[in-house]
C-alpha cells in the first residue's frame, strides 16, 4: 500500500505516530476517448479563450467567484497562513457511540498504522477501544484542508474515516414529493410487509454481492480481445405490480422460511420489435436487438449456432 499521510494521533497526552493508508479503492471499468479515425487517445488541453492560446501551469492561480466573473486570487501563502498548526495530528475530540452517527455522514475511509516507535501506544489505544465498545470523533487535516473525521476499529485495525459537516449535509425538506408519515395504511399490508423484512432479513456477508454488470463488461472485453462474435441476451418483461396485497402475498409465499425468491407476477407483454430497413449491417451487439444467447467464454460453438440460427430464420416454412 502507498502511504498517504503521516502524523500522530493525539489522544490526551499521549501521542501515537502513524501512517496513513486509503482503505477502499473503485473497481469501475474505465474507458478512454479516442479519435474515432485512427484510435488515438485524445488530449485535454488548458485554453485561455481570451487569449486563444494553451497555458503551462506555472500561469494558471486560483480564484475564487464572487459573483459572475469577478474574482478573488488566492495563492499559496494565503492557504499556508490559515493551515492549523496541528496539521500532522489526528487530534481526538469526543468518544461517542457509533449508532448515534447516521451513515449518510461517513465519506473516505483510511487505514491507520503505527510508525516505528508507535506500536505499544497504538496497541494500548486499540485495546481500550475495544473495551468500550466507542469510536473517536476528531479532527484532521490533510491536503491543506481540515476534515471532521471518526477514528474506529476495523477487525484489529485501527482506522480514520473523514465525515461531513452538518452544514455540508442536505436537510430533509428539499426532497420533493415525500409523503407524509400520516399516510393511511391498511394493517394487513403493514404485518405483511412486515413479515416479508422477517423472512428476507439474514446476516450480512459482504462477499455474497458482486457487482455483475462489471462482470458482464469485463466478460465482453475479454471476448472482443479474443475475437469473437458477441451476442446480447433478450431483455427481461418488466413486471406490473397491479396490486398491493396480491404482490406482498406472493412475496411471503416465495421467502417464506426458505430466504428470497422470485415473486410470481404476470409480466406486461412484449411488443414485436420493429424491423427498420437500413443500408447497414446490422451487428450481433446492438444495443436494442435481439440477439442469441451469450455462450461461456471459450465456447468455439458460438459461432455456428449464430449461422444456424440466421439459416433458420430465411428458410420458408
Known amino acids: 500500500m502507498h502511504t498517504v499521510w503521516k502524523g500522530s494521533i493525539s489522544f490526551g497526552l499521549v501521542n501515537i505516530p502513524v501512517k496513513m493508508f486509503t482503505a477502499t ?12 479515425e485512427c484510435h488515438t487517445p ?30 478573488v486570487i488566492i495563492d499559496d501563502s494565503d492557504l499556508e497562513a490559515i493551515t492549523p498548526e496541528t496539521r500532522r495530528a489526528i487530534e481526538i475530540l469526543d468518544f461517542v457511540d457509533l449508532k448515534d452517527i447516521d451513515p449518510i455522514y461517513f465519506d473516505k475511509s483510511y487505514f491507520l498504522s503505527p510508525q516505528e516507535t508507535g506500536d505499544k501506544a497504538y496497541s494500548l489505544l486499540r485495546a481500550a477501544m475495544e473495551e468500550t465498545g466507542k469510536i473517536a470523533v476528531a479532527q484532521v487535516t490533510m491536503r491543506n484542508r481540515q476534515s471532521l473525521a471518526v477514528v474506529r476499529l ?10 461531513f459537516y452538518p452544514d455540508e449535509v442536505r436537510p430533509v425538506s428539499q426532497v420533493p414529493a415525500l409523503p407524509d408519515f400520516n399516510v393511511a395504511l391498511s394493517e394487513n399490508e403493514l404485518k405483511m410487509a ?23 463488461l469485463q466478460a465482453m472485453i475479454e471476448k472482443k ?16 405490480v397491479i396490486d398491493l396485497m396480491q404482490a406482498l402475498r406472493e412475496s411471503l409465499e416465495a421467502t417464506g422460511g426458505n430466504g428470497p425468491g422470485p415473486i410470481k407476477l404476470e409480466p406486461e407483454p412484449t411488443p414485436e ?12 451487439a446492438a444495443p436494442k436487438e435481439a440477439a442469441p444467447v451469450q455462450k461461456a467464454a471459450g465456447d468455439t460453438t458460438a459461432g455456428s449456432t449464430t449461422k444456424t440460427l440466421r439459416r433458420k430464420k430465411t428458410t420458408t416454412v
Open 25 to 36: 479503492e473503485e473497481r469501475d471499468i474505465r474507458f478512454r476517448q479516442l479519435h474515432k
Open 42 to 71: 485524445i488530449k485535454y488541453t488548458k485554453m485561455c479563450p481570451h487569449c486563444q492560446r494553451e497555458l503551462e501551469a506555472s500561469e494558471i492561480v486560483r480564484g475564487y467567484e464572487y459573483e459572475k466573473g469577478h474574482f
Open 154 to 163: 476495523y477487525e484489529h485495525c485501527i482506522m480514520l474515516e473523514t465525515i
Open 194 to 216: 412486515t413479515e416479508l423484512i422477517n423472512n428476507m432479513t439474514v446476516p450480512f456477508e459482504p462477499g455474497k454481492y458482486t457487482d455483475e454488470y462489471r462482470a458482464e
Open 225 to 240: 480481445l479474443e475475437g469473437q462474435e458477441i451476442a446480447t441476451s433478450p431483455a427481461v418483461p418488466r413486471t406490473n
Open 273 to 284: 420489435p420493429v424491423k427498420k430497413k437500413t443500408g447497414r449491417k446490422q451487428t450481433a
